[in-house]
Structure formats: C-alpha cells, structure tokens
T-cell receptor, first 115, second 116 residues
Framework: GENVEQHPSTLSVQEGDSAVIKCTYS??????FPWYKQELGKRPQLIIDIRSNVGEKKDQRIAVTLNKTAKHFSLHITETQPEDSAVYFC??????????????FGSGTQLTVLP | DGGITQSPKYLFRKEGQNVTLSCEQNLNHDAMYWYRQDPGQGLRLIYYSQIVNDFQKGDIAEGYSVSREKKESFPLTVTSAQKNPTAFYLC???????????????FGDGTRLSIL
C-alpha cells in the first residue's frame, strides 16, 4: 500500500537551535502534505501544510519544503523553544481509486527542546 | 478545534461487548473520519464519510462499524470482533471529502478505549 516514512523518530535539540524532520512518500500523484503537532494525550493540531504547486511555505518559525522529484518533504523549526516539544506527524494524500484520496500519516517524531 | 466533540474521554470494554464512540461537529463540514492511534505510532484510518448516508472503509476497518445519518454526527462502534481494541481513537472532519480538494483535517480530543 501507500507509505509515508518519517525520520528521525526522536530528536533532541538545545533551545534556540533549529530542528528538521524529514518525510518521504511513495505515490508520485500525491499533492497535499500537512504537518501536525501532538502534545501528550491531546489532539493533533495542524501547524502547516503545503500543496504540490509550491516548493516552500513559511509561517513565522516554521517552514515546510517539498521536493516532488525526490518525493520528500521536510519540516523546519527555527529558534526552538521548550513549548515546541511534542510529537510531530507528517502526512500525504494518496490516490485510492478514481479521484478519491486518503490521508496517510508518518509514524511521528518526538521532538524535545532542552532548556 | 472546539467544533469537534468526542465522548466519552475514557471508555472501558468488557469481553464480548460492543461499544460506541461519539463524534459530533458543528463546523458544517461534509467529510468526517475515524483514526486509531497506538502508542509510538502514527494514525491509521478506520472509516471515512464524505456525505450523509455514505461511508467508506479505511485501512483497518475490520471489527469496526460506523453510520452517518446526520451531517454533524459520525459514531464509531467497536465490535466484539475487534480483538485488540485498546487504543486512542481520534475523530476528524474537513470541509470537503478526499474527492474534491485537499483540505486540512481538524481533530477532536480523542477517546481512550481500554479492555477490562
């Protein structure tokens, strides 16, 4: 089936440093890639998304880049703060049949920002 | 996303029992989804519905059933056929279903189901 691989599974950075999380996907027809942040025991919250007609999108300290040729996309967090500590999930829309698409998630990255 | 309400927050299932998880949204979204999350893993799609009275199986539908009689409601029943039901269940909704366009999904607070 369709697959999204996410790396690393855990990431520790010092406060103020940058963090990068990478995902690869298998379906070259995928055209929507959201990122979610999930704090312990809480709901995933959409933090940024990108569509295949752009290569990069930025929102304050968060940016996402997309390389359609290589089929990978990355989340970049700059000037990390302790409140950035959480599990981050990438996802990709996959074609199921006809024009129906399904969102498939990566396995998550536990980010810890050390004060 | 205060517009999606899941209940109960915690649920316990006895052997051979069916249990139903509630999901209600007041966002006027057409599409609704159910995901299962196991510790240390990502979200896996159980069922989704793009419009009222229509729903489709996701990747792990066996042992689960759903209904979509109203736009705002998409309850999930975990049947006795689901032998390993212990997990965190998340409901989500989006403006349009997967067919139409790439719209973000917004999640409820989840229900944690355990076996007694």
């Amino acid at each position: 089936g369709e697959n999204v691989e996410q790396h690393p599974s855990t990431l520790s950075v010092q406060e103020g440093d940058s963090a990068v999380i990478k995902c690869t996907y298998s379906d070259s027809a995928s055209n929507y890639f959201p990122w979610y942040k999930q704090e312990l025991g809480k709901r995933p919250q959409l933090i940024i998304d990108i569509r295949s007609n752009v290569g990069e999108k930025k929102d304050q300290r968060i940016a996402v880049t997309l390389n359609k040729t290589a089929k990978h996309f990355s989340l970049h967090i700059t000037e990390t703060q302790p409140e950035d500590s959480a599990v981050y999930f990438c996802a990709a829309h996959f074609l199921i049949s006809g024009s129906a698409r399904q969102l498939t998630f990566g396995s998550g990255t536990q980010l810890t920002v050390l004060p | 996303d205060g517009g999606i309400t899941q209940s109960p927050k915690y649920l316990f299932r006895k052997e051979g029992q069916n249990v139903t998880l509630s999901c209600e949204q007041n966002l006027n979204h057409d599409a609704m989804y159910w995901y299962r999350q196991d510790p240390g893993q990502g979200l896996r799609l159980i069922y989704y519905s793009q419009i009222v009275n229509d729903f489709q199986k996701g990747d792990i539908a066996e042992g689960y059933s759903v209904s979509r009689e109203k736009k705002e409601s998409f309850p999930l029943t975990v049947t006795s056929a689901q032998k390993n039901p212990t997990a965190f269940y998340l409901c989500a909704s989006s403006i349009d279903g997967p067919v139409y366009s790439n719209q973000p999904q917004h999640f409820g607070d989840g229900t944690r189901l355990s076996i007694l």
